[in-house]
């Protein structure tokens, strides 16, 4: 009986002894790397679902012409046609974007904390040296741009428009210098048909339906390089030896986003002497294709440490049914001097609740 005490007694102290038992080095670097992944996907993911409303958004005065329809280009004469620019901004608000980096930085100097990399006391200095010191105000402006042209409709009463802006791509694989490097590139374009129910006279307005598609693409990297000094005390967690000497971590962190945009409109329009004002109505669906990447390779005394260094990539897609239904009032007004035309538009988004004013300059004939 007493056998069997101490028998029960040394099982229960072995029990207690493994369940309370510390963490190895290489079941913290595992869980401090996990951790990091999270945050950095769920930052990745955060921004991606921002950008989802702001760009079809910020692009959807591109190609817009204040006459609801500007009338054939044959049988007509003269042909009808116009060709200008365009340029946009959209108030966003910008918090979202320094506090998803607020916790990149963060969460870097946590791993490396929680791994024995630094010492806690450290964690000061080593914050400052990943810190993205972004300072933005509440609000800034989204900008957009388009070249656009539209024709008149051949025998029928319908006109044609297409619009196109990129800034090509503009990457860096790693930083330059200690960084960080901000890296984008931005593509769009956009067609769209009217077609006049109503074609206007001295009396009546100009009415028309119309349907059109926009593709933007929005690509933003990041990129920095930071030196740190390894812990005296730090050990490698797989060879349980000693590694120390100054360290350099290259890291890499890339969004990138496609959104496709159907929309169908009416839009009304009456010149009045030299002013046309005119008002629309539209609904937007839209659906995305999105992709970030992120990674960091830490080197130690030249040489690429594996155990500090990680990567993920992910891709998906988002439908009109998760997106959702987004609908708009548009309108303003041109200022129109012979051939030439200034355009003041705006437009708010009920489902998004985002405001965009644009400024336009065409040749219309």
């Known amino acids: ?43 990745s993911e ?29 049988p007509s004469l003269p042909p009808h046609f116009a060709v200008g620019i365009t340029a946009s901004v959209t108030p966003i608000k910008a918090d979202f974007i320094a506090d998803n980096f607020d916790v990149i930085s963060s969460a870097v100097t946590t791993m490396l904390k929680d791994v024995g990399a630094i010492k806690p006391e450290s964690g000061s200095s080593l914050l400052d040296a990943f810190k ?45 210098g200690s960084g960080p490097v901000l890296d984008f590139e931005y593509t769009a374009f956009g067609v769209d048909v009217r077609y006049a129910i109503l074609e206007g006279n001295l009396v009546l307005p100009k009415v028309s339906v119309g349907a059109g598609y926009q593709f933007v693409r929005q690509n933003v990297g990041v990129a920095f390089s930071k030196d740190f000094t390894i812990d005296t005390g730090y050990k490698d967690p797989e060879t349980n030896q000693p590694v120390t000497g100054d ?28 002013v046309t004002p005119y008002l629309g109505l ?11 990447d992120w990674k960091y390779e830490t080197t130690v005394n030249g040489s690429r440490y594996d155990a500090l260094s990680d990567g993920d990539d992910k891709t998906y897609k988002h439908s009109i049914s998760e997106l959702g239904i987004q609908t708009q009032v548009f309108g303003g007004a041109s200022l129109n001097f012979l051939l030439f035309q200034t355009t003041f538009n705006a437009a708010y988004n009920f489902s998004s609740k985002l405001f965009t004013g644009t400024l336009g300059m065409n040749v219309k004939l």
């Open 46 to 74: 955060s921004l991606l679902s921002e950008f989802e409303v702001i760009l079809p958004e910020a692009n959807s005065l591109s190609g817009v012409q204040p006459d609801a329809y500007i009338g054939k280009v044959f």
């Open 282 to 292: 539209k609904a937007l669906f839209t659906t995305s294709n999105c992709h970030y």
């Open 247 to 274: 360290a350099t971590m290259d890291s890499g962190f890339n969004v990138k986003l496609n959104t496709h945009t159907f929309f169908g409109q009416i839009q009304v329009s009456k010149t009045l002497f030299i």
């Open 132 to 176: 993205f010191d972004f300072k933005v105000p509440n609000k800034i402006p989204y900008p957009a741009a388009s070249v656009n042209a539209r024709v008149g409709g051949l025998f029928l009463p319908f006109d044609m428009g297409v619009w196109a802006v990129t800034t090509g791509k503009i990457f860096h694989d790693k930083a330059i």
């Open 1 to 43: 009986m007493k056998i069997k005490k101490i028998f029960a007694a040394v099982c229960f102290i072995s029990l207690a002894a493994t369940c309370f038992a510390e963490e190895s080095a290489a079941e913290k670097l595992e869980k401090a790397k996990a951790s990091l992944s999270t945050q950095l996907s769920s930052v």
